[in-house]
């Protein structure tokens, strides 16, 4: 026998019934999305290493430690590169707008789903491939756009009854308000050095920024009385900031100013914000984003500003089901049960002119051991949670006619339909989709 091969560590199989959940947030998100007038985009699972390492920043834990990374040598088609899996999809989507002009007639909203790799060690919530939702909106420059897109994030809660989150936002300013704050904050870190970890120290000169984002509780007193950058902030930025504060106050949307969220990636200015829960341990971020006004000129394009956010998908399906939330599982209409292999060229034709009528239909199939007994197939029809059996008994195709059998009502009714008149009967048979 040959041996058994698994799924990749950190990377896990979505099957039914679970797969069901993803289905009907896919769909939530979908429908949410065209209310707010965003776009789906869709962008390569696989880049140019470079793209990473420009975009989120050389001395990140994501391009240090996780990206999966592998030099693509093929000689044959001269495609002799530096290849990453994407950890994010940020950079890939400003890439795009980059390459195909995007922006040329003004800004874009867009949004998208898929999954991103990072190597990191797997445990609740955190998965080596992993799935986000991205909104990215391109070419606008006030805080009016940072509130619509935290709005949007609310309202998803909303759709799909997630209460158990809590909003932090700040500003980082800009470039060289951080600058001013950096070298006041490599001064600290520096007065202090016996108090930083091994991370810390190397980032200090480097990064010291990400210092603040630690989360070693041995530091915490001497990042509480850190510089905070706030303090930093020029007219421009602090408008910018009171201006996405006034949106949100007067949409009612509580939220805490965290001076310490300062986001793990490089690309960010002015506005931060996180949707974060304290129901899944130490991965309690749901939600983050911000503004990156310099990423389209870090990646070659031409100035724009932007701001977007990303949701993990496993994730919000975790905190869901912590919760208790129940979510809307599609069963099909109606169950066909054939006790006889002779009856299924008629049952066939008719499952297909009720599926082309909208009605979803399961039929039963034939196993090694044949189609089974009436009174199993009727197991199966119950199990399947059909609301109707179809049965294709040989009396009832004499006559023409399919006994219908309410499977859910606890009325166990029986109805005899000519097959002849389908499309007068065939919507009785509907009950209202779930929404996936």
């Not at 445990?123 to 992993?130: D, H, I, L, V």
């Not at 006041?184 to 010291?208: C, K, M, T, V, Y």
């Not at 310490?260 to 983050?288: I, K, P, W």
Request: hydrophobic letters at 40%; glycine letters at 8%; one cysteine or more.
């Amino acid at each position: 026998m040959a041996e058994k091969l698994n799924a990749v560590k950190g990377m896990n199989d979505i099957l039914p019934p679970e797969s069901a959940r993803w289905e009907w947030l896919e769909a939530t998100v979908r429908e949410l999305m065209a209310r707010y007038a965003y776009r789906n985009v869709r962008t390569p699972i696989l880049e140019h290493t470079a793209l990473f390492v420009r975009g989120i920043g050389e001395v990140t834990d994501i391009v240090e430690k996780e990206m999966y990374s592998f030099h693509d040598r093929s000689d044959k088609y001269g495609d002799n590169d530096h290849l990453t899996l994407r950890p994010e999809n940020t950079a890939g989507i400003v890439r795009a707008a980059i390459e195909h002009n995007m922006l040329y007639d003004g800004g874009k909203r867009l949004w998208a789903i898929g999954p991103m790799f990072r190597r990191e060690k797997p445990q609740r919530g955190r998965f080596r491939q992993f799935h986000q939702i991205d909104v990215e909106a391109l070419g606008f420059a006030g805080p009016d756009v940072d509130a619509e897109l935290i709005l949007l994030a609310s309202g998803l809660w909303k759709a799909i009854g997630l209460t158990d989150v809590r909003l932090e936002i700040n500003s980082l300013g800009q470039p060289a308000e951080r600058a001013q704050h950096r070298a006041q904050l490599i001064a600290h870190f520096d007065a202090h050095a016996d108090q930083l970890d091994e991370d810390a120290r190397r980032r200090l000169h480097s990064n010291p920024l990400r210092i603040l984002d630690t989360k070693n509780p041995a530091m915490k007193a001497v990042v509480e009385s850190a510089p905070k950058l706030i303090d930093f902030l020029g007219a421009e930025s602090l408008a910018h900031f009171e201006g996405l504060k006034a949106i949100l106050d007067a949409n009612d949307i509580a939220y805490t100013i965290n001076p310490r969220l300062v986001r793990g990636l490089d690309y960010y200015n002015l506005s931060v914000f996180e949707f974060v829960t304290d129901r899944l341990g130490s991965q309690g971020t749901v939600c983050a984003g911000g503004r990156y006004d310099g990423l389209f000129e870090q990646l070659g394009g031409k100035p724009a500003p932007a701001v977007g956010w990303a949701i993990g998908v496993e994730r919000v399906l975790e905190l869901l089901k912590e919760q208790g939330t129940a979510v809307p599982v599609s069963t099909p209409d109606a169950y066909a049960v054939v006790p006889d292999a002779a009856a299924m060229p008629v049952a066939l034709r008719t499952l297909q002119q009720l599926r082309d009528a909208g009605v979803r239909v399961q039929m039963h199939a034939a196993t090694a051991d044949g189609l089974g007994s009436f009174k199993s197939q009727f197991k199966k029809a119950d199990a399947s949670g059909a609301a109707h059996a179809l049965v294709f008994g040989a009396d009832e195709l004499a006559r023409g006619e399919v006994t219908v059998k309410a499977l859910r009502d606890g009325s166990g009714a029986q109805t005899a339909r000519p097959l002849a008149e389908l499309p007068a009967w065939a919507a009785t048979l509907q009950s209202p989709a779930p929404n996936n």
